[in-house]
């Protein structure tokens, strides 16, 4: 995994230079040659079937990542998972735009793991590169389950006013949502 890889190594893959990913469409061609980029560092001994990805940040930061394989196959990573650990591991933020491709420079679809790892760290509104053209994330995850589904509920009961998705709020707060007193 890398920020930066020869598909994309100085470019700035949100449209304009400097612009924020957010603000511009993002360059789907440097995108798709980032992730043809990562293909090479594929670990895929078992499958035989290299994929690379690629996203850009709403920072304009450009992710890569790429399969690792394992000779227990249900541990192998997906080219998504070292992805999002690239993402985070430099600095986290959210995606704006996502592609990954397989060893022909084909456009492929992220599996349906990968779309929830993508959820998480893109949201509804993360472009999703697909064999069908560009969707959004929330196109290709209907009705995602996400972060504020946990925060409706905590400690087995429902939260009706509780606080922020995302936050853990304070003791007080919590023992306030389960009508409890305070400590
Ligand atoms: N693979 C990915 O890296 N991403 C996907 O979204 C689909 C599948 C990898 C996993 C495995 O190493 C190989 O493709 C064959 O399934």
């Known amino acids: 995994m890398s920020t930066t890889d020869d598909g994309a190594a100085g470019r700035n893959v949100s449209g304009a230079a400097g612009t924020p990913a957010s603000a511009a469409p993002p360059d789907w061609e440097a995108l798709r040659a980032a992730a ?14 290299p994929v690379g990805a690629a996203a850009v940040a709403d920072d304009g930061r450009v992710l890569t990542g790429a399969n690792v394989e394992n000779a227990a196959y249900g541990v192998t990573l997906c080219a998504e998972c070292s992805l999002v650990s690239a993402l985070i591991m430099s600095g986290g933020g959210r995606l704006a735009a996502f592609t990954c491709t397989d060893a ?19 949201g509804a509104e993360l472009l999703v590169d697909t064999p069908h053209g560009v969707l959004t994330m929330d196109q290709v995850l209907p009705q995602a389950f996400g972060p504020e589904n946990l925060a409706r509920v905590r400690d087995g009961r429902p939260v009706d006013d509780g606080p922020a998705a995302g936050t853990q709020g304070t003791r007080e707060t919590r023992a306030e949502a389960h009508g409890e007193e305070p400590s």
């Open 36 to 49: 043809r980029g990562a293909l090479r560092f594929a670990y895929a001994p078992y499958s035989g079937f």
């Open 104 to 122: 022909d420079g084909r456009v492929i679809m992220a599996c349906g793991r990968c779309r929830q790892l993508l959820w998480e760290h893109g």
